[in-house]
C-alpha cells in the first residue's frame, strides 16, 4: 500500500466514522466516488487532503448535507437498518401499552404512575445498598442491627436528596446505572428472604443455630464432657443438631423414648488425630480458661472407651 | 427574523442554487465529479465545496434526474460519469427559468434606486 492510499484510507475511514449513523448503503452510495476523486486530488500535489479538503468530520457534514439527509443523530444508531426498523416498532409497541396500561389503572399513560413511585425508589435503594452492605461484611440483617438503622436513614437521606439530580445524569452512565441496580436488587432479594435471624422456629429455638449438627460441651478445665442430656427451662429435653446422626441401633429401635445426648457422635471436634496428640489436658496452662473458649482449640479428647 | 442579519455570502447563496448550477454544468457534457467541480470553479463559482457537488450529485441520481455509467481509466480507480437524462433536462429548463425570473427581479431591485425608495 502506497502512502497516497493511506493517506486516502485514513481520510475515507474519517468520512465514513462521521456517517456511522446512516445506514450502510447509503454510507456506500455517498463514498462511492470519493477514493477516485481524492486520488486525483492528491495527484496534483498541493498538499494533504486534510489541507484541501479540511477535517474528515466536516467534509462528511457537507456530504450529508448536500446529499439532503439531515445533520448528524448520534452515534448510538449503529445498527443496520434492520434492527433500527425493529427499535421503531418496540417502541412503537411500548408506547401503545404504556397508554393502554395507563387508561386502565387511571393515569394518563403508566410511566406517569411509575413516576411518582420514584421516591419509594430512592428510599428502596438506600435499604438495598445498606442490606447489601451489612450481608457482605457482618453477615446479618442490618433491620435487627441499631447500627443498620442508622446507615439506612442516612442512607436514605442521601439518596432522596440526589434523587432528583439522577435523570442528567450523562447518557453514557445511565445504562450502567440501571444494569448496577438492576443486579443490586436482585441480589438482594435472593439474600434476604433466605436469612431471617433470630426468628423463632416452631421448635422453639432460633433459627441461628440452624448450621449446627452437633454440640461439644466442655467442663472449665478444657475436658470434653460426654453424655450430657440438655434440657430447656421447661424441662423438656433439647434436640440440637442433627439428633439421630449417631444414633445406636438401640437407641433408635429400642423402647425406650431416645433423648439425645451430647456430643452426639463420639471423636474430636475437628477430627484431626495426627495433630492432637491423645491428652487430656486443659487447652491453655491459663488459670482462667472460660467456657467461651474455642472448642477448636482443646486437645483432642482421650480416646474414647 | 429579529435575531440574526446574514449578511448575502456565496456559501449561503449557492446553497438555493447548487442542484441548478450541478444540472447546467451536464447540460453539454457528461462528467464525473471532479469534472463538474472544475467545471463549476471555471464558471466563477470558487467556493463550491468538493464535498457539496459529490452530496448534491448523489441527490439528483436519487431524484431520478441523472444517470451515471462508469468509465474504467488505466491508471489509478475507475470513474463514475453523470449524464442528464429526460427528467434532468426537463429541471434544468424549468429551474433555470425560475432562477431567470429571480435574478432579473433581484437586479431591478439592486439597481434601480427609484424602486427601493
Not at chain 1, 428502596?124 to 447489601?132: D, G, K
Not at chain 1, 442433627?242 to 471423636?267: F, H, N, V
Request: charged share 20%; glycine share 8%.
Amino acid at each position: 500500500m502506497s502512502a497516497v492510499d493511506v493517506e486516502i484510507d485514513q481520510y475515507l475511514s474519517g468520512v465514513r466514522a462521521a456517517l456511522a449513523d446512516l445506514p450502510t448503503e447509503v454510507q456506500d452510495d455517498l463514498v462511492d466516488d470519493l477514493p477516485a476523486h481524492f486520488a486525483e486530488l492528491l495527484d496534483e500535489h498541493r498538499g494533504p487532503l486534510v489541507e484541501r479538503l479540511g477535517p474528515p468530520e466536516v467534509y462528511a457534514a457537507e456530504l450529508r448535507t448536500a446529499a439532503g439527509l439531515g445533520a448528524r443523530t448520534g452515534t448510538r444508531r449503529r445498527w443496520p437498518a434492520v434492527n433500527e426498523d425493529l427499535a421503531d416498532k418496540a417502541a412503537a409497541l411500548a408506547r401503545t401499552a404504556d397508554l393502554k396500561i395507563g387508561a386502565v389503572i387511571g393515569y394518563p399513560k403508566a410511566t406517569d404512575f411509575v413516576r411518582l413511585l420514584r421516591p419509594a425508589w430512592w428510599v428502596f435503594r438506600a435499604y438495598i445498598v445498606t442490606l447489601l452492605f451489612f450481608e457482605v461484611t457482618l453477615h446479618e440483617n442490618p433491620i435487627y442491627n441499631p447500627v443498620g438503622w442508622v446507615v439506612l436513614i442516612a442512607l436514605a437521606l442521601l439518596s432522596v436528596r440526589i434523587g432528583p439530580i439522577t435523570p442528567r445524569l450523562v447518557r453514557w452512565a445511565r445504562g450502567p446505572a440501571v444494569l448496577a441496580a438492576a443486579v443490586a436488587v436482585l441480589v438482594a432479594l435472593a439474600a434476604s428472604p433466605g436469612r431471617t435471624y433470630y426468628q423463632p422456629s416452631s421448635d422453639g429455638y432460633s433459627d441461628r443455630w440452624s448450621q449446627v449438627t452437633d454440640v461439644y460441651p466442655y467442663d472449665k478445665n478444657g475436658n470434653p464432657l460426654s453424655d450430657i442430656y440438655l434440657y430447656d427451662q421447661n424441662g423438656t429435653p433439647m434436640e440440637f443438631g442433627d439428633a439421630w446422626r449417631c444414633a445406636t441401633e438401640d437407641q433408635r429401635y429400642g423402647s425406650q423414648p431416645y433423648i439425645p445426648r451430647y456430643p452426639l457422635c463420639k471423636g474430636p471436634v475437628m477430627a484431626s488425630p495426627s495433630a492432637s496428640p491423645s491428652t487430656s489436658t486443659s487447652p491453655s496452662p491459663s488459670s482462667s480458661p472460660s467456657p467461651s473458649a474455642s472448642p477448636s482449640l482443646a486437645p483432642s479428647p482421650s480416646p474414647s472407651k | 427574523m429579529h435575531s440574526t442579519l446574514h449578511r448575502v455570502d456565496t456559501t449561503q447563496l449557492l446553497k438555493g442554487v447548487l442542484d441548478l448550477a450541478v444540472l447546467a454544468a451536464l447540460r453539454d457534457d457528461d462528467g464525473y465529479g471532479y469534472d463538474i467541480l472544475r467545471r463549476l470553479r471555471a464558471a466563477g463559482l470558487d467556493d463550491v465545496g468538493d464535498a457539496s457537488v459529490y452530496g448534491t450529485l448523489r441527490r439528483l441520481f436519487q431524484g431520478g434526474f441523472l444517470t451515471t455509467y462508469v468509465v474504467p481509466s488505466e491508471e489509478g480507480p475507475h470513474r463514475k460519469y453523470y449524464a442528464l437524462n429526460a427528467a434532468g433536462r426537463a429541471q434544468l429548463g424549468s429551474s433555470s427559468k425560475v432562477w431567470c425570473t429571480f435574478a432579473q427581479s433581484m437586479d431591478r431591485l439592486i439597481e434601480e434606486p427609484g424602486v427601493a425608495s
